[in-house]
């Protein structure tokens, strides 16, 4: 009787690949999963505003403001200023950032795609170049285990299937890790153009301008042990300057084209009943919930927790990623409604996945947090995602 040889051929360690590709490989089984979601709950959406009844992957992936980026791609934006028969502005184009529309339409004019193929994997390819970038922060702030644990988090976030639908989330995500990234690292000069394209994306350039701030104020106490010379530090305020000019560039833009100078914020206002207000919502909200008093008390109570947990936690992401933090979470409770919407805008609060990562010691540990994060995407998707006509709540 022979011999018989037995050829082993082993499995490439996934460790020994270098860390930009571990995290790509991670978001691409991450973005697998938010396909089949998406798939999946789309054979149960019915006929609605933007597609007939269960729809295909592409198309299920451009409904909801995906159609007003698809406007904007196609048409650019109206005027005069659209308003209603009462004379205020009504919802248009003018409330949406041009960064993403103009970017997809000018890979339609190289390819020929469609806006309804190209958005979506514009989406998808501008996510794939953040989460190298946030592992590169991550490893340079926290060592290599916390950093593809927190790219690991971001990429399953419940709603980080944003990343791959015709949404601008995947370009704001990539210019504000890169920003961070260039300020930590130093390169101000070359911050400053990543500013920019953070400030035509999303509405979001005004808190990195506090991150910048707090940079520099670090600095400045560290100028014995850490020279902090003139030159860097014109640098730091140019960006600084740049930061805050990047917050206020769109609204002024929208307000000079449209003859009207508040025009952004009423345009804004069109989706919250005719009027924009600051802070007050919340406090509603916390009374709607809980009451007049229990309400905004545990309202409070939670902002301060957080700002601790933050503040504490939050010391291995260093003083910019926390300031970041704390600068958005801010943002967020002045300007933006407590409603649905919220679980999207969170996915920019992406340091918070380092902190979490920190504290977890095992493969156990991060596939339970994979585990919760895959069925809460389930659910996002299915309740707020799906739209259920005639009207619905919006992702």
Partial sequence: MSDQLTVRVPWP???????WVQALAVYAVARVVGLLVLDRVGRF???NPWTDARPGYFQFAGIWDGDWYRRIAEHGYPLPLPRGTDGLPVQSEWAFYPGYPMLVRGVQELTGASWTVAAPLVSLLLGAGAVVVIHRLFARLAGSWPAMTGVALVSFFPTAVVLQVAYTEAL?????AGSLYLLVTRRYLWAIPVVAVLGLSRAVALPLAVVVAVHLLVRWRQRATDPFGPAERLKVLLLGAFSVAA???WPLFVGLSTGSIGAYTEVQ????GGSTVFLRPWWSMAQYVAGPWVG????????VATTWWILRRGRVAGPELQAWCLAYLAYLLVVVDPFTSLFRFLLLLFPVALMVAVGVRSRAHLLTWVFAFVSLQVIWVAWLWRFTPPSDFPP
């Fill in 13 to 19: 360690d996934w460790r020994s690949w270098p860390g």
């Fill in 172 to 176: 704001a995500l990539l210019a504000l």
């Fill in 247 to 249: 917050g206020l560039a």
């Fill in 296 to 303: 905004p008390a545990v309202l409070v109570t939670l902002v």
């Fill in 45 to 47: 959406q019915v006929a």
């Fill in 269 to 272: 206002g069109a989706w919250r």
